[in-house]
């Protein structure tokens, strides 16, 4: 019986050990926001038994697939999140997904505690006209291919037919985009860079990169340690103009207030006075502020690509209402041609069946990372069980730290939860099946689940992969291998 | 669970160092730059215990300096860090729960703390604007912050006493933006 097989590879991949009231808990996602869920709730929790599920073969969420093939030490927490996971009372079980392998209210019946960490998978969208025009990305994807996650390992981009790329927005995500796009290709090389991207940026024709941003230098949302970075790129020429770097007193008064902005601040002053001439063969990277996407333009030549980006000037002002500066048109209009356009203007969470989503804020309503199931009366109305970490919990801001001290707080509600008694069934008759409840569906389903040290195969096969190439790592970069090497 | 498994770790690695032959001495070097900069400290301290007695300095003890850590309850730890070993390596030997999530490669600011006393804070060497790039992301920045992989033990700041910031129980649900500094 096919259910026997799935039991079997239980018992094998995983050690059951079971305390006689465990408290049943599944954490879906395993990016920072789970791994240190997990982490806190075993600690604070003898009784707690924990399964992080993901719905890719591979643990570690944006850690692996979003932070810079060009920033080893960044990934080295993932050391610490596999130590979660040698915990006997907890595991990861991947390639499962909420939503289509299992659905959320079945979730909910199999264990007492459900924490949804499944970070933000989606694009904020312009809604320009043009928008759908062949050559624009968004920078997540763009990100993944180079980090080659398997949904977008074949995005291939066309980096061969321009010579220019704009990208919209001046977050860090923007600025890792820049330097990808710009760093010398041989320096890329012996990181951990899908391989099909290195060879995609070797024949790479991109000399030059816009980076615009609606608001001014003051308001940028990048942090100083990236900006550093790209400033200091071997080889480039970076311009601002500065004109853009005059300040008004709403912007002294902000940049009094917030040590980040005055940082970047002072380094994007630096570099505009900095003065350095243009050398030809150089590659450019100009900041360009107070401009804000109106169009794309489509192509004359080739029916269906962009061939270009019109943007409004604008002015910053504050808005009454939130007391923000915020970017105002002003009528004018410039266009700055391009074959590549890079949308880096944020993430967005996505739904599933039976969640309360708040869909203007593209997050989970929760209080301290409980879910609300209703705001709308004078009493708040919690989910029962349910509880959110992470960017689909805070919106799509935010280091990897911040996901612990995230986590700290959903796990403080979680224990006063258990304190009050709300989670932990009474009577062993109505204890929910947990783990083997899963497996047993997952089974019935034919859901192949990778375990831990199915994942541990694909990082020794990457690894070796990657010695041969002088790389940390190979990423193996489509489903198939993935799951190949998993049951090897 | 970094804390007591990480310092297991570095011993593990410390272990199969030392019963290796002594000729491969040379070979800590070839470690990458990361792990060895964490393992080298370790190493040394083992080495001196493992080692032969005559190669110690008589006065060993006097080259360890007092720090007391001071953990989100209030809760203070005092303990005997030797000259040269970083108060993230320092705070992992001795349980104490400060998280060091880039292993002190200067990339993750989770092991900010706050130097208690301002006499203390100007006696460390100013951070460098690599350090203060992390500071600028630390949780609950203050005037007197540091990142405690950057702080190395040294016989002037004997006495020491670092906080372990609280992370807030109202922690904004829209994302959180450090304090000015
Ligand atoms: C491009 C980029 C670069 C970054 N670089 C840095 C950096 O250098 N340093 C830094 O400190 N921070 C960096 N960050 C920020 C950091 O990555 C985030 O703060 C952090 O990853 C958010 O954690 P999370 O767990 O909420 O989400 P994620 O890390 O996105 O994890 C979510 C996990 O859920 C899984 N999942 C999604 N949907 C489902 C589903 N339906 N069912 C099951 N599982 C699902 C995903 O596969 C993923 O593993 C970067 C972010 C981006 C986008
Ligand atoms: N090395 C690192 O530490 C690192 C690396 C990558 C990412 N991260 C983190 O990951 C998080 C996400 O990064 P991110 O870059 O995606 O987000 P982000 O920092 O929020 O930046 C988004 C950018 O898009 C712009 N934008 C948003 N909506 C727009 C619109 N409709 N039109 C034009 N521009 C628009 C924003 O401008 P406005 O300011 O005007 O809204 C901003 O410049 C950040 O917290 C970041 O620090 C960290
Ligand atoms: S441990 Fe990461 S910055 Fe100190």
Known sequence: MAMSIALKRLSRSFSTISSSNPLRVCVVGSGPAGFYTADKLLKKHERAEIDIIDRLPTPFGLVRSGVAPDHPETKIVTNQFSRVVQNERCSFIGNVSLGSSISLSELCAIYDVVVLAYGAESDRVLGVPGEELAGIYSAREFVWWY????????????????????????GNVALDVARILLRPTFELASTDIASHAVAALEKSCIRKVYLVGRRGPVQAACTAKELREVLGIKDLYVHIDEADLLKTPADEEELKNSRIHRRVYELLSKAASSGASHISGQRELHFVFFQKPDRFLESDDKSGYVSGVRFEKTIVKENTESGKQIAAGTGHFENIECGLV???????????????????????????????????????QFEKGLYVCGWLKRGPTGIIATNHHCAEETVASISEDVEKGVLIPMSSSQQKPGREGLLQLLDSRNVRFVSFGEWEKIDTAEKRRGMLKSKPREKLTTWRELLKIASE | MYISKFSQLGARAVKNFIEAPLASTSRVLHLPLDQNRYLLPLMQKSFTTAADNAFEEPNEEKQKISVTFVDNDGEEKNIKVPVGMSMLEAAHENDVELEGACEGSLACSTCHVIVMDVDYYNKLEDPTDEENDMLDLAFGLSETSRLGCQIIANPDIDGIRLAIPAATRNFAADGYKPKPH
């Open chain 1, 147 to 170: 980090n080659g996650h398997p949904d977008c390992s074949k995005l291939d981009p066309d980096l061969m037919s321009t010579d220019t790329a704009v990208i919209l927005g001046q």
């Open chain 1, 342 to 380: 890079l949308k880096s203007i944020g993430y967005k969470s996505v739904p599933v069946d039976g969640l309360p989503f708040d869909h203007h804020k593209g997050i989970v309503p929760n209080v301290g990372g409980r879910v609300l199931s209703d705001a709308s009366g004078d009493r708040m």
